[in-house]
């Protein structure tokens, strides 16, 4: 009689980290969100390269809009291999520019800057933000996995 093992919910793996408000402290975050997927082993295809892009984006965000002098920017990562559900949340102390996803963003065509939540909403399967006390806001995106 052969009598299968009953297999256990894969946990879901969290990821935290404060940076500073600057352009080293963004790609501190990009570099460590890379070393953190690998870490969990999700596997190296599109999913984790869009996760990737998606915080260069909102960590560069954060810095240039949303930073505060003297407050840093948070970092979270949520695995849910269950699910199928990667989220990165990108947290700052600035709650005054409120992004929408339903914003048409206008740039101008030879701007060099200005395309960040086009990308984000490009990569992500759906991205959004929430304030949090007393002045700041939490830009988040989800990939499905």
């Not at 599109?46 to 990737?52: F, H, L, P, Y």
């Amino acid at each position: 009689m052969n009598a299968a093992t009953p297999q256990l919910p894969t946990a879901v793996q969290t990821f935290t980290q404060q940076f500073s408000s600057t352009r080293r402290g963004a790609r501190l975050a990009r570099l460590l969100t890379y070393e953190q997927l690998r870490t969990w082993q999700t596997s190296p295809d599109a999913t984790t390269d869009r996760a990737e892009q998606i915080v260069a984006e909102l960590a560069s965000n954060a810095v240039l809009h949303g930073r505060v002098q003297g407050r840093d920017f948070r970092l979270d990562l949520t695995h849910d291999p269950v699910a199928g559900l990667l989220r990165v949340a990108v947290a700052d102390a600035s709650g005054d520019r409120i992004p929408s996803p339903g914003t048409d963003f206008v740039t101008p065509p030879h701007s060099e800057s200005g395309r960040g939540l086009l990308i984000v909403t490009a990569l992500a399967d759906r991205w959004g933000t929430e304030l949090y006390p007393p002045s700041g806001k939490t830009v988040w995106a989800e990939c499905v996995v």
